[in-house]
Each structure stands twice: as C-alpha cells, then as structure tokens.
T-cell receptor
Framework: DSGVTQTPKHLITATGQRVTLRCSPR?????VYWYQQSLDQGLQFLIQ???????AKGNILERFSAQQFPDLHSELNLSSLELGDSALYFC??????????????FGPGTRLTVL | DAKTTQPTSMDCAEGRAANLPCNHS???????VYWYRQIHSQGPQYIIH???NNETNEMASLIITEDRKSSTLILPHATLRDTAVYYC????????????FGTGTQLKVEL
C-alpha cells in the first residue's frame, strides 16, 4: 500500500460525458502527478501540481483539466469523452518538487471505460 | 531526458538472480537512472535509482557502467511475485519531476 488513494476504482461511462477522478496523496506530500496508461500509448505523464499550483504539463488534452485543493487532494476532470480516453489513470505523489531524490508513490489507479 | 532501450521480455527461474539490462547511451552527466516496476496494471512501484555509483537496497541492486551508457538492475533471488514490467527511466536533475516511461521489460519468473 503506497498511501495514495484513488476513487473510483472503476468508471464506465458513455461518449460525450464528463467524469471526475479523485486522488488523495500520501500524508504530507505536496506534489501530485497524473498519468494515463492506455494500450497504445503506454504510461504517459499528464500534469503535476505542487501545493495547489500547476507545476508541469505533459500530454494532457484540452478536454482534460485538473486541480489541487487546499487539503492537497487532487481531481482530474475529463470532458467530452471519446472512446480513446478509455485507459488506466494513475495518480502519484511525492514530498516535494524539484528535488530529484524523492521517488513518486503511485495509487492503484482508476480504470475508465468509455462506451 | 535521455532515451532508454530495454529488452521486451525476459524469463527467470524462481530463486535465481534476475538481471535486467538497460541501455542509455545518450545519458548526460546530470541525469540519474531510475527503476520502477508495474505488477499487472497496479500502480508503478519505485525500486532504486543511482547516478554513477552502484546502489543496493532491500529490493534490488543497480549496477551502472563506468561510462554510464548502460545499467543493470539485479533482483538477487527472484520470486513469482517479482513478475512485472520493469521500467528503466533516465531523469535530469532539476528538470522537473515527471517520469517518462518507455515500454519496459516484461519479466516472467517461473518455477
């Protein structure tokens, strides 16, 4: 158990819909990362937040957005869903940012299926 | 971040050492080598990292060649629970904290 929690575990929805994935980082971790893992693209970094502020952006679509709240939990919002958005979405946390020696701790993931 | 090359798959007998190679011939002086693994769609798990010296922890050993162009992750006594995809990642100091995953090596540990 990494200490990172993600809800829901599974999500099935239809094309065009909007969903919200939630992540609670390990106690005390200020940095949250979102990754997407699909069969054809592998594990890809989406976005990072540090203490409530966006810190880095990766291959995140404009239809996707994220935020980190004052209690440090984070939400990833996916809208106008397409079949290709079906994937595993992982959240990870680390104590700080810009400090290389802190590894990232990953949650169990949310499996999104778009029908 | 430097690109890495790993074999697609490897097999290992339970109880034997598993040696997973990684080529990172374009690595720069300030780039670290990290290893993560992912057990069947679970979240990736950190294993070990190093800059140029060999490193060992309770999970594994990391051997980095003197020219730093390649490294080997060693699981000294592989068990069935070590069956996973192992990712070798090269990450620059100060380059942000995102992890860039390649395709990794599928390690299968068998009886």
């Amino acid at each position: 158990d990494s200490g990172v929690t993600q809800t829901p575990k599974h999500l099935i929805t239809a094309t065009g819909q909007r969903v919200t994935l939630r992540c609670s980082p390990r106690s005390g971790d200020l940095s949250v990362y979102w990754y997407q893992q699909s069969l054809d693209q592998g594990l890809q970094f989406l976005i990072q937040y540090y203490n409530g502020e966006e810190r880095a952006k990766g291959n995140i679509l404009e239809r996707f957005s994220a935020q980190q709240f004052p209690d440090l939990h984070s939400e990833l919002n996916l809208s106008s869903l397409e079949l290709g958005d079906s994937a595993l979405y992982f959240c990870a946390s680390s104590p700080r940012t810009g400090t290389l020696n802190y590894e990232q701790f990953f949650g169990p993931g949310t499996r999104l299926t778009v029908l | 971040d430097a690109k890495t090359t790993q074999p697609t798959s490897m097999d290992c007998a339970e109880g034997r050492a598993a040696n997973l190679p990684c080529n990172h011939s374009t690595i720069s002086g300030n780039e670290y080598v990290y290893w993560y693994r992912q057990i069947h769609s679970q979240g990736p798990q950190y294993i070990i990292h190093g800059l140029k010296n060999n490193e060992t922890n309770e999970m594994a050993s990391l051997i980095i060649t003197e020219d730093r162009k390649s490294s080997t992750l060693i699981l000294p006594h592989a068990t069935l629970r070590d069956t996973a995809v192992y990712y070798c990642i090269v990450r620059a100091a100060g380059g942000g904290n995102k992890l860039t995953f390649g395709t990794g090596t599928q390690l299968k540990v068998e009886l």
